[in-house]
C-alpha cells in the first residue's frame, strides 16, 4: 500500500505543489554527500583512537598479568625431618631457652639428611651430594623449622612432615624461568640438582600451591625470592590511605564549602583559587621534599612511617578533593539555595541540609580518585624514607602509624631494582594486586554514586 | 471616602505592612532601583508589572534581603516591615526571611519527599512541637496550597517528580508552612501551562485572607485578575502605584499607558 501513496495527493485532494528544480528529497545534494563524507572520517578516525587505547591496555594488562600471575602460587618441597635431640637439645632437658642456642646452622644437616632420606626411600638419591640437596630448599627452611621446635620442644625425637618453601631457582624451573642452559651457567643451582627436582616431581615430594605468604607476608632479603611477601607494604599503604581518609576529605571538604559558599568574592579568594590549582599540577615529588623538610626534619617524625607518608599524600590529595568537590558544589542549582533562603534557612542549613546532599556523589567520587591517586604514588614516599627494606609487621593503628612500614608502589620499585630475576615475578604480582585494589576503589566509587543519585 | 473610583473589588484601605522610601539599588556600578517609594498594605495583594529588566523582581528581593546573597549588590534608602526597618544592621535577614516567605519564578521543590519539603520550613524554625503537630501543619499548608487532594497518598514521593504547576503549588505550600507574615512571588506562573496557572491565581486569592501577597507578574491580565493594587517599573523608577482598576483603566502616566496598550514591553 505504500507504493501507490506516494503519488496521491495526501488528503484533501488538493493539487501538489510543483516542485521546480528543487532536487527530490530522496537524492543527495553533494552539500549533503560532503558532509556525510566527513562525518564517516571522523567516526573511523575516533574508532581507531579508541582501538589504539584499548589494545594498550590489552598488552599491558596481558603483559602484567603473564608475569605476574605465577608469583601468586609457589613451589613447595615435603620433607620428613627427623628431629634429633642430640643435635637440637644438647642438653637433654627441653627447655626452649637453653635449645635456643641451637642456631639454624644446627637444623641444616637435619634437612638435608631427612630430604636425602626421603629420597633414598624412593631409590632416587644416589649421586647427590647433601649441599646439593639442601640447595634445593629455602634458606628459611631452618629458622622455620626452629621456630616449630622451639614452640614444640615435646616433639624432639620425632620425625615430623615438613612443607618447606623451596628455592627461588628451583620454582623458576618449575615456572619455566630457569632452564637447564642457564642452571649450567648459574652459581646458585646446577643442571644435576634440577634433574633431581624432575624426579622429586615424579616422586609427589614436589607441588606447586597458593602462596598466601606472597599476600601477607613480609619482604625477604635478594637471595631469598621465594621467601619474599608485600604484607607489610599492604599494611604500609592502607595505613596511609586512612590517614589521608580521615585528614583530607574533611579538611578538603569543609575548604570547598567555605570557597565555595561562604568566602567572598575578592583578589584574595581568586588567589586561593589559582594556588589551589596550581598545587594539584605540582609534581609529586615536591610534596616528598616539602614532607622531608617539614615532617621528619622540623617536626620530628620518624621516617618510613606511614604516618609522615599519610601526610605527605594528604597534602598531595587535598587539591583533587577541594577541586572536584568545589565543582559538585557548583553543579547543584543555585535555585535549591535560594529556595531554602528564602525559608527562612541559614546559610549554613541551606548547605548542609540541601546542597551537600546533592553533592555528596560527586565528592565521593573526587575522593575516591584522590585516594587511588595516592596509592599509587611512590616518589615522594621514597624521599621520606619509605624505601628502607622493613621486616616487622606495624602494630595496630595509632602506633602502627608511626612504625616503620613499606608501601606497595615503593615495593614494586624496590623488587625491580633486585638482581635475582625471580623478583620480577614477583614485582609484577605486586603490581596486580595494587590493580586490584585501585579497580576495587573505583567500583566502589561507582557504586556509591549510583545509591546516592537513585534516591530520587 | 466615598469616590468613583472603586469598581466591583474588593479594595478597603488595610493597615500598612511594608513601606519604602527612597529605596536605591546598586549593582556594582548599575543603578537598578531608583527613588522607589511604595505602601505594601496587609491582607492584599500587590502586583508589580513593568518590562522586562525594568527592577520588579530586584525589588521584590530586597523586602525579604534575598539581595544579599549577591556579592555586587547594594542597597540604600529606607524599608521596613511593621515600622521597623529591615536594613537596619542589627536586623537578622534569616529570621526575617522566616516571616517574609517567598516563591521563586522556576518551581525549585527540594530533592526529597513532598512531606519533607513542607516540613522542613517548621523543622528549622522549630513550629511544631510534635510529630502529629508537624502532619498537622503540612496538611493543613498543602491544603491551603490546594494541593492536599492531590498528594495526601503519597507525601513520601519525591517533591521533584510532581508536574510543573504542582511542584510550584508544593512550594506555595512550602512558603505557608512558615507561617509567614508577607509572601513574595516571583512570577510564579511564568513555567505553568494555563491551567495550572488558572489553579495558582485562584489560591492567590485566598492567600490573601491570611497574608499580605506581593506577586511580580508579566501579564498584565494576571495582575488585572489578582491584585487590589498595582505598581508599574520602568527602568528601575516607580512610575505609577495605586488601585489596579484605576492603573489599567485610567492610568495617569503616559508610560503606564503605552505599557498596558503594549506599546512598549
Ligand atoms: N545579579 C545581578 N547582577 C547584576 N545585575 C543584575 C543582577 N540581577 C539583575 N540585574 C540587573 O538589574 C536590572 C533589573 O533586573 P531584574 O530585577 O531582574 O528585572 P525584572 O525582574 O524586572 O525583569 C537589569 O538591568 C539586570 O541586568
Ligand atoms: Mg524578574
Same mark, same amino acid.
Given at each position: 500500500m505504500s507504493d501507490s501513496t506516494h503519488d496521491l495527493p495526501p488528503g484533501s485532494g488538493l493539487p501538489i505543489a510543483p516542485r521546480g528544480d528543487r532536487p527530490l528529497l530522496t537524492e543527495l545534494d553533494p552539500r549533503t554527500k560532503k558532509r556525510y563524507a566527513a562525518e564517516r572520517r571522523f567516526k573511523a578516525l575516533g574508532l581507531t583512537a579508541v582501538c589504539i587505547g584499548v589494545l594498550c591496555l590489552v598488552v599491558l594488562v596481558s603483559s602484567v598479568l603473564r608475569q605476574g600471575l605465577p608469583a601468586f602460587t609457589q613451589t613447595f618441597i615435603d620433607v620428613p625431618v627427623y628431629l634429633d635431640p642430640a643435635t637440637l637439645d644438647p642438653d637433654g632437658n627441653r627447655d626452649p631457652e637453653q635449645m635456643k642456642s641451637v642456631l639454624t646452622f644446627g637444623y641444616q644437616p637435619l634437612i638435608a639428611a631427612g630430604l636425602e632420606?626421603?629420597?633414598?626411600?624412593?631409590?632416587?638419591?644416589?649421586?647427590?651430594?647433601?649441599?646439593?640437596?639442601?640447595?634445593?630448599?629455602s634458606r628459611g627452611a631452618a629458622?622455620?623449622?626452629?621456630?616449630?621446635?622451639?614452640?614444640?620442644?615435646?616433639?624432639?625425637?620425632?620425625?615430623?612432615?615438613?612443607?618447606?618453601?623451596?628455592?627461588?631457582?628451583?620454582?623458576?624451573?618449575?615456572?619455566?624461568?630457569?632452564?637447564?642452559?642457564?642452571?649450567?651457567?648459574?652459581?646458585?643451582?646446577?643442571?644435576?640438582?634440577?634433574?633431581?627436582?624432575?624426579?622429586?616431581?615424579?616422586?609427589?615430594?614436589?607441588?606447586?600451591?597458593?602462596?598466601?605468604?606472597?599476600i601477607t607476608g613480609p619482604d625477604a632479603s635478594g637471595n631469598r625470592p621465594e621467601a619474599a611477601g608485600m604484607g607489610v607494604a599492604i599494611i604500609g599503604s592502607a595505613y596511609m590511605m586512612l590517614v589521608v581518609l580521615v585528614l583530607a576529605l574533611p579538611i578538603g571538604v569543609a575548604a570547598s564549602i567555605y570557597l565555595e559558599e561562604f568566602a567572598p568574592q575578592n583578589r584574595f579568594t581568586d588567589i586561593i583559587e589559582v594556588n589551589i590549582s596550581n598545587l594539584a599540577a605540582v609534581p609529586s615529588i615536591v610534596f616528598g621534599i616539602l614532607g622531608l623538610a617539614i615532617f621528619i626534619n622540623w617536626a620530628g617524625l620518624p621516617q618510613s612511617a606511614p604516618i609522615v607518608g599519610g601526610l605527605v599524600l594528604t597534602l598531595m590529595t587535598l587539591p583533587t578533593i577541594i577541586i572536584s568537590t568545589r565543582a559538585s558544589l557548583k553543579s547543584v542549582?543555585?535555585?535549591?539555595?535560594?529556595?531554602?533562603?528564602?525559608l527562612g534557612a541559614s546559610k549554613m542549613q541551606a548547605v548542609f541540609h540541601h546542597v551537600l546532599p546533592l553533592a555528596a556523589p560527586g565528592i565521593l567520587t573526587g575522593t575516591i580518585i584522590g585516594l587511588a591517586q595516592a596509592l599509587g604514588e611512590t616518589a615522594p614516599l621514597m624521599l621520606i624514607g619509605m624505601v628502607a627494606f622493613v621486616r616487622d609487621f606495624p602494630d595496630a593503628p595509632p602506633a602502627g602509624l608511626f612504625e616503620p612500614a613499606s608501601a606497595l608502589p615503593v615495593q614494586v620499585y624496590n623488587w625491580t631494582q633486585r638482581s635475582d630475576p625471580a623478583f620480577v615475578e614477583r614485582a609484577s604480582g605486586a603490581i596486580i594486586v595494587l590493580l586490584i585494589f585501585l579497580v576495587l576503589m573505583n567500583t566502589v566509587a561507582i557504586i556509591l554514586r549510583r545509591r546516592f543519585e537513585r534516591r530520587w | 471616602m466615598n469616590e468613583m473610583t472603586m469598581i466591583d473589588r474588593d479594595v478597603t484601605t488595610g493597615t500598612l505592612k511594608i513601606s519604602a522610601r527612597k529605596a536605591q539599588v546598586y549593582y556594582g556600578e548599575t543603578h537598578a532601583i531608583k527613588d522607589v517609594d511604595i505602601d505594601i498594605e496587609d491582607k492584599m495583594v500587590t502586583a508589580f508589572? %513593568? &518590562?522586562?529588566?525594568? !527592577?520588579?523582581?530586584?525589588?521584590?528581593?530586597? @523586602?525579604?534581603?534575598?539581595n544579599d546573597t549577591i556579592d555586587i549588590c547594594r542597597v540604600e534608602g529606607q524599608i521596613q516591615l511593621d515600622g521597623q526597618d529591615i536594613y537596619d544592621p542589627k536586623v537578622d535577614p534569616v529570621q526575617l526571611r522566616a516571616r517574609v516567605g517567598m516563591v521563586f519564578q522556576k518551581p525549585n521543590p527540594f530533592p526529597k519527599s513532598i512531606f519533607d519539603n513542607v516540613a522542613y %520550613? &517548621?523543622?528549622?524554625? !522549630?513550629?511544631?512541637?510534635?510529630?502529629?503537630? @508537624?502532619?498537622?501543619?503540612?496538611?493543613k499548608s498543602l491544603r491551603r496550597a490546594a494541593l492536599w487532594d492531590e498528594v495526601k497518598d503519597r507525601l513520601q514521593a519525591p517533591g521533584t517528580g510532581l508536574s510543573g504547576g504542582q511542584q510550584q503549588r508544593l512550594c506555595i505550600a512550602r512558603a505557608v508552612a512558615t507561617a509567614p507574615e508577607v509572601l513574595l512571588m516571583d512570577e510564579p506562573c511564568s513555567a505553568l501551562d494555563p491551567i495550572a496557572t488558572a489553579q495558582v491565581e485562584e489560591l492567590i486569592d485566598e492567600?490573601?485572607?491570611?497574608?499580605?501577597?506581593?506577586?511580580?507578574?508579566?501579564?498584565?491580565?494576571?495582575?488585572?485578575?489578582?491584585?487590589?493594587?498595582?505598581?508599574?517599573?520602568?527602568l528601575g523608577n516607580l512610575v505609577e502605584f495605586g488601585e489596579t482598576g484605576d492603573i489599567?483603566?485610567?492610568?495617569?502616566d503616559p508610560r503606564t499607558e503605552s505599557y498596558i496598550t503594549g506599546r512598549i514591553g
Open positions: 632420606r626421603a629420597l633414598d626411600d624412593r631409590g632416587l638419591g644416589e649421586q647427590v651430594t647433601a649441599d646439593e640437596v639442601a640447595g634445593l630448599i629458622a622455620q623449622m626452629r621456630d616449630y621446635v622451639l614452640a614444640n620442644p615435646e616433639k624432639l625425637g620425632e620425625t615430623i612432615d615438613f612443607n618447606f618453601v623451596a628455592n627461588g631457582r628451583v620454582d623458576g624451573y618449575l615456572k619455566g624461568r630457569v632452564t637447564m642452559e642457564s642452571a649450567a651457567l648459574d652459581s646458585q643451582i646446577s643442571p644435576e640438582q634440577l634433574q633431581l627436582v624432575d624426579k622429586l616431581r615424579d616422586a609427589g615430594l614436589i607441588e606447586k600451591k597458593f602462596n598466601w605468604a606472597f542549582p543555585p535555585s535549591i539555595r535560594d529556595g531554602a533562603l528564602g | 508589572i %513593568g &518590562p522586562s529588566g525594568c !527592577g520588579k523582581s530586584t525589588f521584590l528581593r530586597c @523586602l525579604n534581603r534575598m %520550613g &517548621p523543622r528549622i524554625h !522549630g513550629l511544631a512541637r510534635n510529630r502529629a503537630d @508537624l502532619d498537622e501543619i503540612v496538611e492567600l490573601r485572607s491570611n497574608f499580605s501577597v506581593v506577586i511580580v507578574t508579566h501579564s498584565m491580565q494576571q495582575a488585572a485578575r489578582v491584585s487590589q493594587r498595582t505598581a508599574f517599573f520602568h489599567f483603566t485610567n492610568p495617569s
